[in-house]
């Protein structure tokens, strides 16, 4: 029943939608500071596959913090994923409409509270709807499911973790577009310096993505991260959004441990004692 990898495709999905035991969900999420003035659920109330459930990840998150969608404890997970039919059962397989925002993000965080049963539809809606897929409008019934989320620490990095991760030199693989990592380019979060955590290195996360939508072969990924492979890591962009492609590209190449600094630049930048790197 189990994919080999944390891809599966569109015709993959199709195969095994009507399973018992699969459950979809619909993570798009557009960053408001690109004010388009559309958000993830508007789009899934206007067309979703059929019986998937939105995952909103400015819900489904720490309320006693002032960062953005920050991955919230356990309990308040359980909680929230129950709500939505999601159970331990359940392979979960996540969409979104916006080239792995957040899917790559909502895989990355039911893993890290311990689901493992959990993948990512390559291409999102765009597959689904290139191989036959329908939608439909319709709000899903959601019967409450058993949920017990462990979450594993090791995937999850602070900022103190991150500057002790700086001096023991820890690989650490920087999402963001050039521009902002090498400090030319402004911050679209108002206030924020531009520039990096030092030490880390650039991956932009629109490298890893196909013009299709789908993510980059294995061999692609391999020449874009293979200098990193084998090594732990840590993943970091603006918001812990794009991060998550990262940590999903090496899980593809069999990595499937990478953690993710959840603040990322957000938390580093607006900290006046945090040491940035431009170049």
């Known amino acids: 029943m189990l994919p080999p990898h ?18 979809v969900v619909d993570a798009t999420w557009i960053p408001p500071f690109l004010e388009t003035g559309r958000t993830g659920e508007m789009g899934y109330q ?5 019986g998937a459930v939105f995952f909103d990840i400015d819900d489904i998150t720490d309320p006693d913090t002032s960062l953005s969608h920050m991955l919230p404890n356990a309990t308040r997970f359980s909680s929230k994923v129950r709500k939505l039919g999601l159970g331990d059962v359940h392979h979960i397989v996540v969409y979104d409409n916006n080239d792995f925002f ?14 493992r049963d959990v993948s990512v539809l390559d ?30 620490s090791d995937l999850i990095k602070t900022k103190d973790q991150m500057r002790v991760a700086i001096d023991k030199k820890t690989i650490i693989l ?14 679209p979060r108002a206030g924020l310096r531009s520039g990096h955590i030092p030490g880390s290195q650039n991956i932009p996360a629109s490298d890893l993505i196909q013009p299709d939508g789908k993510l980059e072969s294995p061999d692609t990924l391999h020449a874009i991260l293979g200098d990193y492979a084998g090594e732990p890591a840590i993943a970091t962009c ?7 492609i990262i940590a999903l590209a090496r899980a593809v190449l069999g990595d499937d441990n ?7 630049w957000s938390e580093w930048a607006a900290d006046p004692d945090a040491r940035i790197e431009r170049t």
């Open 46 to 50: 206007k067309a979703h596959i059929p």
């Open 6 to 23: 944390p891809l599966v495709s569109a015709e993959w999905l199709q195969a095994k939608i009507s399973a018992p035991d699969v459950r």
């Open 238 to 244: 603006g918001s812990g959004v794009s991060a998550a």
């Open 123 to 152: 291409g999102g809606l765009r597959a689904w709807l290139d191989a036959g897929g329908t939608t439909d409008n319709l709000p899903p019934v959601m019967v409450e499911r058993h949920y017990t989320a462990r979450m594993r």
């Open 258 to 264: 990478t953690a993710i600094y959840d603040g990322s």
């Open 174 to 187: 920087d999402a963001r577009p050039s521009g902002r990592f090498e400090g030319r380019a402004p911050e």
């Open 102 to 115: 957040a899917a790559a993000r909502v895989w990355w965080m039911f893993r890290a509270m311990g689901h």
